[in-house]
């Protein structure tokens, strides 16, 4: 038996009710809720579209970085010299030329001792300097492919040469860094 069958029906009747909300301050919340929702969107949006600016920044700096990478040789870099040449970089030394070879802290000017003659003044713009150019210490030789070979892309320009009837390919980011 229910508990509201022991109530005679005129008292259940007339039992309080709880009171109605003020249809006002439903509306305030519904108002609320609403320009929370349009407030989180809003910002959604505007993340989203920085999001992806910064995601497309990434692949376009990824996409650099893949096509100008040296892969796998070590230490190959241009030393440049920002030392003034001198005035005289070019001159006759009794039975010698002498070309600048940049500057040595500790050591002044450096030059190149040639014989005479060994050099036409008119075939060179500007001197480059001693060790400018880094040799490659540690070349690296795979045959056949290869671990460094498998992590060069695709799109990669590479020059080929054969030595002793073995094909090489060199890439051409290596070449241009060490001229």
Do not use: C
Request: aromatic share 8%; charged share 15%.
């Amino acid at each position: 038996m229910a508990s509201t069958d022991l109530i005679p029906a005129a008292a259940q009747a007339a039992s309080p009710q709880p009171p109605a909300t003020p249809p006002s301050r439903s509306l305030l919340s519904q108002l609320l809720v609403l320009s929370a929702i349009v407030a989180l969107l809003g910002y959604v949006v505007v993340q989203g579209q920085v999001l992806w600016r910064e995601w497309g920044a990434l692949n376009a700096e990824l996409t650099h970085s893949r096509e100008t990478v040296v892969i796998g040789y070590y230490n190959i870099n241009i030393n440049p010299s920002y030392a003034q040449k001198p005035s005289d970089w070019f001159h006759h030394d009794g039975e010698s030329t002498l070309l600048w070879a940049g500057w040595k802290h500790g050591e002044g000017h450096r030059w190149f001792r040639v014989e005479r003659g060994d050099i036409d003044r008119k075939l060179i713009s500007h001197p480059i300097g001693r060790d400018v150019i880094q040799a490659i210490d540690r070349p690296v030789v795979e045959v056949g492919g290869g671990t460094i070979w498998g992590r060069i892309p695709s799109n990669a320009n590479v020059v080929g040469h054969e030595v002793g009837g073995i094909p090489s390919a060199y890439p051409v980011l290596v070449l241009d860094k060490v001229q």
